[in-house]
C-alpha cells in the first residue's frame, strides 16, 4: 500500500512545521471563512487552511493529484497547482509566492530576501524537508512561471463563487 503524500507530511512534525511556516499550509485548518462552491459545480474539498483564514481546496473528485485552488480570506482566490506534488514543489521553491502576484522574478527576488532576513535557516529546512519527503523542486522562478501558466491557464475555468451573494472572487495570481 502506497502512503499518500500528505499522511507524509503530517506524520513528520518537521515536515508540517515547515509546511506551516514558512510554506502557510497548515493541514490541521481546514475550514473556510464563507460558503463558497465552484461555478463550475466541481466538488471542493478543504484540506489545509493558512494563518490569515485562507483555505486550499482539491477540486473534483478523486485522490491527491486533483487541482488545488486557493482562497484567502479577503475574496481572492487561484488555481495554485495540478495535484499536491506540484503544490509542495511550490511551496519548497518560493514560499512567498502570494507576494508575487504577477510571477516576476524581481518580485521573487524581493520576496526571498525578505523572507532569507527573517529566516536565515529556510533553506536548509526546506532542502531537509524535500529529503524527508523525496520531492525535488524547481528554482523559484520556474516555480512562479509554473503558477502563472496554471493559474491564467487552465486556473480561469475554476471561478470560485460565494455562495450567498453569487459573486466570483477575483483572481490573485495575474
Given at each position: 500500500?502506497?502512503?499518500?503524500l500528505?499522511?507524509?507530511?503530517?506524520?513528520?512534525?518537521?515536515v508540517?512545521?515547515?509546511?506551516?511556516w514558512p510554506g502557510?499550509?497548515?493541514?490541521?485548518r481546514?475550514?473556510?471563512?464563507?460558503?463558497?462552491?465552484?461555478?463550475?459545480?466541481?466538488?471542493?474539498?478543504?484540506?489545509?487552511?493558512?494563518?490569515?483564514?485562507g483555505?486550499?481546496?482539491?477540486c473534483g473528485?478523486?485522490?491527491?493529484?486533483?487541482?488545488?485552488?486557493?482562497?484567502?480570506?479577503?475574496?481572492?482566490?487561484?488555481?495554485?497547482?495540478?495535484?499536491?506534488?506540484?503544490?509542495?514543489r511550490?511551496?519548497?521553491?518560493?514560499?512567498w509566492?502570494r507576494?508575487?502576484?504577477?510571477?516576476?522574478a524581481?518580485?521573487?527576488?524581493q520576496?526571498?530576501?525578505?523572507y532569507?532576513?527573517?529566516?536565515p535557516?529556510?533553506?536548509?529546512?526546506?532542502?531537509?524537508?524535500?529529503?524527508t519527503?523525496?520531492?525535488?523542486?524547481?528554482?523559484?522562478?520556474?516555480?512562479?512561471?509554473?503558477?502563472?501558466?496554471?493559474?491564467?491557464?487552465?486556473?480561469?475555468?475554476?471561478?470560485?463563487?460565494?455562495t450567498?451573494?453569487?459573486?466570483?472572487?477575483?483572481?490573485?495570481?495575474?
Amino acid at each position: 500500500m502506497t502512503t499518500s503524500l500528505l499522511a507524509l507530511v503530517r506524520g513528520h512534525a518537521a515536515v508540517a512545521d515547515y509546511f506551516r511556516w514558512p510554506g502557510e499550509l497548515d493541514l490541521t485548518r481546514t475550514e473556510h471563512v464563507e460558503p463558497v462552491h465552484l461555478a463550475s459545480g466541481l466538488r471542493l474539498e478543504a484540506f489545509a487552511g493558512d494563518g490569515g483564514g485562507g483555505t486550499y481546496f482539491f477540486c473534483g473528485e478523486g485522490g491527491e493529484g486533483r487541482p488545488i485552488l486557493f482562497a484567502d480570506s479577503e475574496g481572492g482566490a487561484t488555481l495554485l497547482a495540478v495535484g499536491l506534488p506540484e503544490l509542495l514543489r511550490l511551496l519548497l521553491a518560493a514560499p512567498w509566492w502570494r507576494d508575487c502576484p504577477t510571477c516576476t522574478a524581481e518580485e521573487s527576488d524581493q520576496a526571498a530576501v525578505e523572507y532569507l532576513e527573517d529566516e536565515p535557516a529556510l533553506l536548509a529546512a526546506r532542502d531537509t524537508v524535500a529529503a524527508t519527503l523525496g520531492l525535488t523542486y524547481p528554482t523559484a522562478a520556474e516555480a512562479l512561471a509554473r503558477l502563472h501558466l496554471t493559474a491564467t491557464g487552465i486556473g480561469r475555468e475554476f471561478d470560485l463563487i460565494h455562495t450567498p451573494e453569487g459573486t466570483s472572487y477575483r483572481t490573485l495570481i495575474g
